[in-house]
Structure formats: structure tokens, C-alpha cells
DNA sequence: ACGTCCATGATACCTTCGTATCACCCGCAC
DNA sequence: GTGCGGGTGATACGAAGGTATCATGGACGT
């Protein structure tokens, strides 16, 4: 589908580890992001791309897992690769259930690393697709007036038109109106393609894949 | 809803551990319920009450990662909460990473452990009631024939009856009929109904809350 | 003041749904 | 065989959906 590269941000104050890691990113063909600190990855601009970050743990000023805390929420997009020289389980069980991929102990082999990134672009993939497809959703949904959405919110409970008027107090033939507007609004070729979509847009941000 | 106690599984090997758990446990409102190894847990029949698994990671035998990857498919109505003397942190993520609720290192304090398991039975219960309505829904579809899923499969995607019949080479009125039956055997009180279960019956297993 | 959007409602017409009633055929079990 | 359930189809009718055209009135911005 998409031809951009994989864009993998590594975050970490040690040099050392940021060129060795540019290096095996490089080479495995997927576009390196160098940064030193947290601070710099929250200035940089959102990406398009799918992209993962391997993040080390301990960092000066804000430490790893207060960037995630940060980014997690909206940047389903962006999965977190933890990396870490003396880590504990309890800063990897917080890290884990807060919803990092990985969480690896320095040294790790190259190819654990790999597979990490690759694991992690699959998601960052798949997120995009779904984030965009809510996004349209959403959009959609937000072109509706208010009384368009009340319809709306009836007719997928599986109301009536009739019903639907009794409960706005308004007439069946208003409602017939709303409804063909939601549904050209919507893009919604049936009543089935509408219940799904409000399903979509109803569900909680996100689920685990 | 449902008056049963919850109920507190704790598979370890060590007694000392088991005994000062029970107490725990009993003095918190629940029942515990001790066993020393994996294969006692395994025999065990399964349980219709709230419920939760405190499992040792090391244990003579079958191992607690290996158990979990027995049971973490089937039943997840019965989240994990390990427990370790000398964890590490590779073990706690791959313990995470299955589905496990929580990660504790001994020494844990009363309170950390009571946290853990009012967590993990309100999980339990939420799963229990969402496996108890995938259960309803998948019995009801099972006790359609084969002709009335499929039109129920076309059904839901939006198509008119007449489109339903022409797909599968059968007349309109025809279809009208199963249509007619899956309704009443589905208990679905509108096509939106219909919908929203086909999507709860083709949708994965389950996703974390 | 004018246009635009939203909301409302009516009339008219056709389509689709939903159900009831009747019918025939088939395979399978008792 | 007889009964039963599944699958098929027809006729008929009333309810609901869906669209089009027309019309009114309020809110808001230019």
C-alpha cells in the first residue's frame, strides 16, 4: 500500500547506543530518527508514516516512562520499544501494562532488536489504518447538525421512523428528512453500513491487537 | 448481580506462602482456595464465580508461564497475577505480554496484593458477563440452519432481500421467510439488532479492557 | 436586507419489509 | 408409512422505508 519508509525514533542519552542502533535500523531499511532526550522527541512534528520508538528507560529530565505516560494516549500509532541497561520488573510490569511492546535488557542480540522493530511497525501499520479510518468516521459524524445526530443515535438502536419522531417530538416525515441527510452524510449505503459505523464511532479509543 | 464469593486461587509451592495468602485472602471477604503445583490447579473443574489465579512463577513441574499458556487461551475469566522471589525482568514481559494482570516481586505488602486482586476480580467479572452474552449469541446462531446464516450473513451487510435471493439463487419470498426465522431465533428485535450481534460473532475472541 | 443552513411539515408515489396462509418436495427418524 | 423439519415458492395485504417537490420560519453571517 503505502511506499514511505518505516520511520524508527530512538531515543537515548548514550551516543554509543543511538550509533549502533542507527546503524542496524539503516541497514535493515527503515529510516532512523536520532534524539538525545525526551524533550527533543516531543518537539518533533507527528509523522505519517509507520513508525515505532525504542525508548531507553532512564533519561535525563523526563525519563522514559513519563514520555510514554505522554504519548501512549494518542499516538496509537507510534508503539514503544523499551531499552534499558539496569532495569527492574516493576519498571517493566508498569511499562508493559501501560501498553509498551517490548521491553528489552542491554545487551540485546541484534536480531531480538529486529524482530522487535518489525513486530512494532506491523502494529504502527495497522493503527494508522484504523486511525484514519476513525478519523473519516469522526469527520463525517461531525458534519451532522444536532438534531441529524439525535436521528442518527435513534435509528441504530433499531427505532422506527415513527418512534424516532415520537421521541424528538417531531414528525415521522422531519425524521424520513434527518435520516436521508445522515445517510448521504455518512456515506452509509444502508441502515447495516450506519449501525456499524455508530458502533465504530462508540467504541473506546482503541484495543489491543 | 451474582451473590457468589469471588474466589482466589493460589498455586505456589511454598507453604508459607499459601498459608499467609489464605489468611490474606479469607480476611478480605474472598475464598481462597491452595494448591502447590500446576497440575493440582489443572485438575481443579472450572468455577462459575468471579475469579482469579496468584501464581508463583517457578514451580516443580509444569512451570507458572507454562501454565499460563495452558489457560490464558480459554479462560479469561481468570486473570493471572504472578508472583516471584528472584523474577526477572525478561520473564515478567513475556509474563505481561500474555495477557497477565500483574507482575509482583516478594516481598509485597498487604495492600499491593489486595490492590491486585480487586483488580483482577473485576476483570473476571466483566469477562465472565461477556463470555456468558458470546455464549447466548453463539448458541442462538448455532440453531439456525444453514440456509438462514446465510441469509443472515447477507443480511447484515446491508443487501435488500431481493438482492439476498438473487446472491443465492433463491426467490424473494424465500428469502423473506428465513429472514423471518433467523429474526425470531436470534431474538433480534430489529435489523440493527442483527447487526450488532453478527458483529460480536465474527469479532476476535476477546480484547483487554 | 439578503442568502444560507437548519429544522420543520405536507403531499405524492414507489419500493421494500414483514407476515400470514397455503402449497410442494425432500430427507430422516420413529 | 407417518411425522417433522428444512427448503422452496406463491398470493395478498398492511406497515414502513425512501425520495422528490414544495413551503414556512428562525438563526447567523455578510
Known amino acids: ?3 514511505t519508509t518505516p520511520i524508527v525514533f530512538v ?3 548514550d551516543i554509543s547506543v543511538r550509533e549502533s542502533l542507527e546503524l542496524l535500523i539503516r541497514n535493515a531499511g527503515w529510516q532512523p530518527e536520532l534524539l538525545a532526550t525526551a524533550q527533543e522527541f516531543l518537539a518533533r512534528p507527528r509523522v505519517l508514516a509507520p513508525s515505532c520508538l525504542v525508548l531507553d528507560v532512564s533519561l535525563p529530565g523526563l ?11 494518542d499516538r496509537t500509532d507510534m508503539p514503544i520499544i523499551f531499552i534499558t541497561g539496569h532495569g527492574d520488573v516493576p519498571m517493566s510490569v508498569q511499562a508493559m501494562k501501560a501498553g509498551a511492546v517490548e521491553f528489552l535488557t542491554k545487551p540485546f542480540g541484534d536480531g531480538v532488536m529486529l524482530g ?3 513486530n512494532a511497525i506491523e502494529r504502527s501499520r495497522n493503527a494508522l489504518g484504523h486511525d484514519a479510518e476513525m478519523r473519516e468516521l ?12 439525535q436521528v442518527m443515535a435513534l435509528v441504530v ?3 422506527l421512523n415513527k418512534q424516532v419522531g415520537g421521541d424528538l417530538g417531531i414528525s415521522e416525515i ?4 434527518h435520516r436521508g441527510q445522515v445517510m448521504r452524510k455518512m456515506k452509509a449505503g444502508s441502515v447495516a453500513d450506519l449501525v456499524k459505523m455508530a458502533g465504530k464511532l462508540s467504541s473506546p479509543p482503541a484495543s489491543r491487537a
Open 1 to 3: 500500500m503505502s511506499q
Open 11 to 13: 531515543v537515548d542519552d
Open 63 to 73: 525519563n522514559g516512562l513519563e514520555l510514554q505516560r505522554r504519548i501512549a494516549a
Open 116 to 118: 522487535a522493530i518489525r
Open 138 to 149: 469522526r469527520d463525517r459524524h461531525a458534519s451532522l447538525s444536532r438534531r441529524e445526530r
Open 157 to 159: 438502536t433499531g427505532k
Open 174 to 177: 422531519t425524521v424520513k428528512a
